[in-house]
């Protein structure tokens, strides 16, 4: 995952997330205000939750991403912005709740990098620390995604989304094509090449109890609603007893 041209196109493409949405929920399950938000992007969450006074650690592998996160941080001096991989996490400090928002852990393709991440979320908690995620379904990958392709006009943006899923191994290879308009009516075409993967619940509730953590919770989306088979959304909240 580069997000190397996507990064500039990025907000445009998620505006109709409801990011105050997610803050309530992760407000709601939350104690204390030392936040590791992982994988941040564009500083969308971040910035939500830095109007609330939380002190955060935002971080993500993408300069790209972070050169937009940084314009839209620049003026909270409770945020510090680092460049870092989510399958090498190294600080020197513990944290009261670790965030990764929007399908970060689909990027982890294999079930050894996502059982050493959790336990690396889990080493960088204290004690009664909070562990808040999300991630797209298998049921999204395989139904919404599966082999189709996607084709969509929006403002000055055109896209073209070709999705090839792999049922055995629950991933989502993704070519996407974007044609960007500019003020002189040019189009730009910028591509993106990625790869997702999804786990069903059990999967991860087991890789997370490995890992340590205990009061596990799944969610439909950011709601107290219990999740479902039909989902596209699965939140999951844990704790670090």
């Known amino acids: 995952m580069s997000y190397s041209e996507f990064a500039e196109i990025y907000d445009t493409m998620m505006e109709d997330i409801p990011y105050e949405k997610w803050v309530d929920f992760i407000k709601k399950n939350i104690r204390g205000g030392r936040i590791l938000e992982i994988a941040c992007g564009t500083g969308a969450v971040t910035r939500v939750l830095a109007a609330e006074n939380y002190r955060i650690t935002a971080f993500d592998v993408s300069e790209e991403m972070l050169v937009h996160a940084y314009e839209k941080l620049r003026k909270y001096p409770n945020v510090e912005i680092l460049n870092m991989d989510m399958k090498n996490i190294s600080l020197d400090r513990k944290f009261d709740v670790a965030l990764c928002c929007c399908d970060g852990i689909n990027y982890l393709i294999d079930d050894s990098e996502l059982n050493e991440f959790f ?64 003020d002189n009516g040019l189009y730009r075409r910028l591509n993106e090449h990625q790869v997702q993967r999804s786990y069903s619940i059990d999967k991860i509730s087991g890789l997370l109890a490995d890992a340590g953590f205990s009061n596990i919770r799944c969610y439909s989306g950011y709601s107290f609603d219990s999740s479902k088979p039909d989902d596209e959304r699965t939140v999951i909240v844990c704790n670090k007893e």
Do not use: P
Not at 143 to 152: A, P, Q, R
């Open 119 to 182: 336990k690396s979320v889990y080493e960088h908690l204290d004690d009664k620390g909070v562990f808040i995620f999300d991630y797209s379904t298998i049921y999204k990958l395989e139904n919404h995604l599966g082999n189709k392709t996607i084709v969509s006009e929006e403002d000055n943006i055109f896209m073209v989304w070709e999705n090839e899923y792999d049922s055995e191994k629950n991933t989502c290879e993704m070519d996407i094509t974007f044609f960007v308009r500019d």
